[in-house]
């Protein structure tokens, strides 16, 4: 049996219209959206709340935390909202309540004059660089958790975690899917290709967010029970699962966000299908980063780039048989036929309206 879950990043404009991040917000802003938002206790304990109390909702701050000299924090440095659904059996179930959390936020946020627009890389800050600066707590911290060691790509940088686990898998099994998808991850992140801005301009490609992320930060993420169940590779490929809900799951974390969230839909049965594939014989422990990088610039006008992609799409498709998940896969057939991504979309739209905000006011029309 498949279980599904989605975690997705939302950024936001402020009500004098500039672009809501960490170099002008603070915590509170974000923070007063978050306590007009409802809680339901049913929720736990298949949602890990952390240390830090952050995480007490289906919505929370994303963002770097601060520390004293010890492990008490007093401050979070904010990038947006992160939305995460309950575990679902199904497909559909995961991506409605994404869309019903959605709109309950977007709702909220306009009574304090936020509303979410749609990027995956911050276009105005191309850095992070905590102030005041870290520590001697905070360091060594940093330093014992070798992926927060890039903290300042991930705040940054939005996107989704695509949460896919499936019963009775040994963790063997479970990372090679992991080792799969990290191989497949080139093709299968243009369909979701959302951040042509670089530093307050246009950038010369697709997806500023695959060049720069990918080889420092995971494909996927493989979760297991046991210390000795890790395998040692840098970004990492697996992880302690913080608690049970998470053991046996993984994250595909390459994508870029969507504002169309059938496309994350589509995504999920995509990943469904390769799970069940037993075809695709590629793996890898680490990202390809060169090969993401050129997915990043062309996406499926790069022709290796396009017939892996077409290629992944049909051992999906033929692997889901008559699984009624199947027809999840349409939106991908359509942007693979028509090699578009949304990024062309938002290129268009800045130079029509001459702006980054004017261009990304106008996605999240849903």
């Known amino acids: 049996m498949f279980l599904f879950g989605i975690e997705h990043e939302v ?11 960490f170099s002008h917000t603070k915590f509170a802003d974000f923070n007063q959206i978050i306590e007009k938002l409802p809680i339901y206790a049913s929720d736990y304990p298949q949602l890990r709340v952390g240390d830090a109390g952050i995480k007490k909702k289906r919505w929370y701050i994303e963002g770097f935390e601060r520390f004293a000299d010890c492990d008490r924090v007093i401050d979070c440095h904010s990038k947006g909202i ?14 409605t309540e994404l869309s019903e959390s959605f709109h309950l936020l977007r709702e909220v946020a306009a009574n304090f004059s936020f509303s979410p ?3 995956s890389f911050n276009p105005y800050n191309p850095i992070f660089v905590p102030q005041p600066p870290l520590n001697d707590y905070e360091i060594k911290q940093l330093e014992a958790e070798p992926d927060e060691q890039t903290a300042n790509i991930h705040m940054v940088t939005y996107g989704p975690d695509l949460n896919i686990s499936l019963a009775d898998l040994s963790s063997e099994e479970l990372i090679d899917i992991g080792r799969k998808l990290t191989y497949y991850s080139p093709y299968i992140v243009p369909f979701t290709y959302s951040s042509p801005f670089y530093n307050g301009a246009l950038w ?24 000795e169940q890790l395998i040692n590779s840098k970004p990492s490929l697996t992880k302690i699962a913080r608690i049970p809900a998470e053991i046996g ?91 578009k991504t949304k990024s062309h979309e938002l290129i268009e739209k800045f130079h029509r309206l001459g702006s980054i905000e004017e261009a990304i006011r106008e996605t999240y029309q849903i």
Not at 11 to 21: I, R, S, V, W
Not at 82 to 94: L, S, V, Y
């Open 11 to 21: 950024a936001f404009l402020n009500k004098e219209g500039k672009f809501a991040d």
């Open 204 to 227: 010369d490609g697709l997806s500023v967010r695959t060049f720069i992320r990918t080889g420092k930060r995971p494909a996927a993420l493989v979760f297991v029970e046991k210390q």
């Open 249 to 339: 799951r993984i994250e595909f974390k390459s994508c870029d966000s969507c504002d169309d969230f059938s496309i994350y839909a589509a995504l999920l049965a995509l990943l469904k299908g390769l799970v069940l594939d037993k075809t695709l014989l590629g793996r890898a422990t680490v990202p390809d980063a060169a090969l993401h990088q050129m997915s990043a610039k062309k996406g499926f006008g790069n022709e290796d780039i396009f017939s892996n992609a077409t290629k992944v799409l049909q051992a999906a498709e033929i692997a889901l048989g008559d699984d009624p998940d199947i027809h999840f896969l349409t939106p991908l057939k359509k942007l693979l036929a028509n090699r």
């Open 82 to 95: 992160e939305i995460r659904t309950t575990i679902h059996p199904d497909i559909h179930g995961a991506v």
């Open 117 to 119: 627009v749609l990027v």
